[in-house]
T-cell receptor, first 116, second 116 residues
């Protein structure tokens, strides 16, 4: 079965410091991976995706993610955190199995808190 | 600004009421989704429509009834809901459901539903 794990419930970072939000996956075949962000009282906003090609993917708001096939990871990164980055972050993998093909399988989410 | 519009933003209803949630997108997407999200949890898929036909029903109770009147609109009809149905209901759309180009899903800001 395909799955996504976000091992940290919360990540705390000081403003200006680099941030990493971790995600590991388990899929059969090639993974199609996504990161979404959810601000309070808002829906999910797409940040970036990995389908194929370069292992370093650049996305919105200065975020990037590194795909590592050997470690089955897709960690979200930003060189310098902003207080406004504080939000709930979801990693997701595209379900490519049988009748569910096309569904997104979400991780449990990681709350990012950036302090001034 | 989100490209998927959901109305109303908030809804309070009694367990015997009938109400409807509405979702609209004008991106030409042919797949539309309903999700249920509890606080600080990932979204849970409820229904998927592909080309205005119901493709997936994730064993959702019959008190939730989806409808897709045309390619731009998605409704969720509610009747005799239970207190545990209180949640954020998110609508999303994507180019296609079984989308081999793997374009992301676009989410609305949701309807926050409270059942008294």
């Amino acid at each position: 079965a395909q799955s996504v794990a976000q091992p940290e419930d919360q990540v705390n970072v000081a403003e200006g410091n680099p941030l990493t939000v971790k995600c590991t996956y388990s899929v059969s075949g090639n993974p199609y991976l996504f990161w979404y962000v959810q601000y309070p009282n808002r829906g999910l906003q797409f940040l970036l995706k990995y389908i194929t090609g370069d292992n370093l993917v650049k996305g919105s708001y200065g975020f990037e993610a590194e795909f590592n096939k050997s470690q089955t990871s897709f960690h979200l990164k930003k060189p310098s955190a902003l207080v406004s980055d504080s939000a709930l972050y979801f990693c997701a993998v595209r379900d490519m199995s049988g009748g569910s093909q096309g569904n997104l399988i979400f991780g449990k989410g990681t709350k990012l808190s950036v302090k001034p | 600004d989100t490209e998927v519009t959901q109305t109303p933003k908030h809804l309070v209803m009694g367990m015997t009421n009938k109400k409807s949630l509405k979702c609209e997108q004008h991106m030409g997407h042919r797949a539309m989704y309903w999700y249920k999200q509890k606080a600080k949890k990932p979204p849970e898929l409820m229904f998927v429509y592909s080309y205005e036909k119901l493709s997936i029903n994730e064993s959702v109770p019959s008190r939730f009834s989806p409808e897709c009147p045309n390619s731009s609109l998605l409704n969720l009809h509610l009747h005799a809901l239970q207190p545990e149905d209180s949640a954020l209901y998110l609508c999303a759309s994507s180019q296609e459901f079984k989308d081999y180009s793997n374009q992301p899903q676009h989410f609305g800001d949701g309807t926050r539903l409270s059942i008294l």
